[in-house]
């Protein structure tokens, strides 16, 4: 049985600026808080989601039973991070589509939903408004910063930009930046979701509809990435859905794995906010701290002052773990304290919100020894 | 400077029975041949095509010096498949559009185009359509069949449905079967096509649009599956299309890699026929020899009676090199005579297409000591 999560809301009215120039302003942060922040403000611990997520990461809504947040395997009490002893924060990033201000939101300046108008905003933009969050929560330093994939490059970017705002790191499954590969998926999905005729340049919401095509071969995309060769060929493999032989047609369902997909599909974009996806896919093609450091990630990572926890995923092809060590070499570069567990899982870039033993052990064992530090 | 091509068209009025149950008729093959076959008529090749590829295997058409066949560089005089030697029949499958019957020509029995009644095909099928375009030549056995990718899949069916026809075969770039991941990335170039509003079902010819969109997509989809991380990596890395500084953008083109995709998936939807895409993705999804066999390759195999070459590349993701391996054991479990060459290559599965000196030597050499049975 899970705890009761209860999502909270903090208003900001002050500008903030943007690393693509503009700024917002008059914008809200939803953000959910588990365990007990001490006498000592020490044990607090921040969780940066990735794409599809948000600050609902543990515990479960009064009345909905199913409702567990999305690293509820990962955080509660007695869990990896234990609630007992970690005052635990998720925060719903700006621009997303689940409680925080995004493009379905009204500029307050114009009266008018923001829709495409809303500002490009970066993984440096989510961290200087996470600070800014963490400023009115009283925590001048967090215990730890942690969060996979996406999470991941926000906890690496924390680091970069407020080396004593926090003690440790915790990077799963992410990378310093993306290969053109991974852009190239990310472009295709929002060239899916452009191109739709719902999508009216993004101010879709005046006009009554939802780009769901678009939307829904964007997540088709992302599942393909999110698994790995393996572990869809033993769930789906080459399985028909109906009887042992094929219907032979070009548009009906065939195969489990195309039934899996179209369903995925269908999910998401019944919630998932078109112009959500596409800031959010931006936020990571743009992510490179070595870029303004004439492309030296160890450069990059001079000044940073935590100690470091990374872990990657053996069949992980979408962050492989090469570029988790990428990290770790830069780091190692720098003399700073850093472990890296390299888990083998069959589950793709996907293991990183799965139970798995090994994997849990490590995270668990790293936050036993950060507890120490708490007396 | 390469030699002069002329496709020729044969039309066949008796049905071809499919294996989805239905049949065709009155239906009409393009194809093209290079250099003289023998009086023995024992120097026949055929080559066989994958997606985007047609009869236009080798040589430039008249007045177009930029109209090499997607061959070129291995079929030709004095080339790996050398013409002086060999008669070289390349021919576009059954529902293509590159000239051969397909879903935009009118169907015989009704008068209205096509469409999406084009019946599916399969490999089998295009086998079976080539088999008899060779009878109309006189041709009784080849000295080769020969195909990268699903033109393999082909040149495989063909040693199984027609063990007697050839004596060897040649295999590039293939598999014994799609994996759940291929099926995945064909069935969201699907999607991505039939929920484009200018599909109509499939009858779009009849409203005079064209499903652009989700050509556009599946192309794009396509290319990234076709090039390996590390070829993309290293010819667009993550340059960005103008200047130094990102523009902060969702929309438009930030990194060369989005320019290059954009382009091909321009490219590619002002000329390929949309049900054609169905048609032949389907008929990758459905082949599978081993099906018939319990799901064993090596039954499936154990009447041919072909020798083999098989090739694979490195850093070819799509069909990648365990899976040409799965072809060599089900054969060598046969006591079938097999060659096989695993290329170091990094341009992944585009590979087959490309020019590397040991891919060349070794089809180069293979033909040689077929040429030396010819006398």
């Known amino acids: 049985m899970s705890f009761i999560a209860t999502p909270q809301f903090m208003h900001f009215p002050e500008a903030l600026p943007l690393q693509g120039g503009a700024s917002i302003q008059d914008y809200t942060l939803a953000y959910e808080t588990y365990g007990t922040l001490n006498a000592e403000r020490s044990n607090a611990v921040l969780v940066c989601h990735a794409l599809n997520a948000s600050h609902h990461v543990a515990g479960v809504y009064e009345g909905q039973p199913k409702s567990e947040g999305w690293w509820d395997n990962m955080i509660g009490p007695g869990k990896p991070v234990d609630t007992n002893r970690f005052f635990v924060i998720g925060v719903n990033n700006l621009g997303s589509c689940f409680g925080s201000t995004g493009p379905m939101h009204t500029h307050p300046g114009t009266g008018s939903v ?61 990378a310093p ?82 039934s899996y997909l179209r369903h995925q599909g269908d999910k998401f974009s019944d919630y998932f906010d078109a112009n959500t996806y596409l800031l959010i896919t931006r936020a990571l093609d743009y992510f490179d701290p070595a870029l303004r450091h004439g492309g030296s990630l160890t450069r990059a990572l001079a000044a940073v002052r935590a100690r470091y926890l990374l872990v990657s995923f053996s069949t992980d092809w979408r962050f492989a773990p090469a570029r988790s060590r990428e990290i770790v070499k830069a780091l190692l570069d720098n003399h700073r304290d850093v472990a890296y567990a390299e888990i083998d899982a069959p589950h793709g870039h996907d293991a990183f919100l799965l139970e798995d033993a090994r994997y849990m052990a490590v995270v668990r064992s790293y936050f036993d020894n950060i507890a120490k530090e708490l007396v």
């Open 177 to 258: 930046n993306l290969t053109a590969e991974n852009i190239a998926f990310n472009e295709v999905a929002r060239r899916a979701i452009v191109t739709d005729p719902d999508f009216h340049g993004g101010h879709f919401y005046a006009h009554g509809v939802v780009p769901k095509r678009g939307l829904r071969i964007a997540r088709m995309i992302g599942h393909i990435t999110y698994l790995s060769d393996d572990v869809m060929n033993e769930k789906f493999g080459r399985q028909l859905r109906d009887g042992l032989e094929p219907k032979y047609s070009t548009q009906d369902i065939e195969f489990q794995i195309e």
């Open 114 to 174: 923001y829709g495409a108008d809303f500002p490009v905003v970066t993984v440096e933009d989510w961290v200087d408004a996470q600070a800014r969050l963490l400023d009115r929560l009283g925590i001048t330093q967090l215990a730890a910063v942690m969060g996979g994939s996406l999470g991941g490059m926000q906890a690496l970017s924390w680091t970069i930009q407020y080396p004593e705002r926090m003690r440790h790191a915790v990077v799963v499954a992410s």
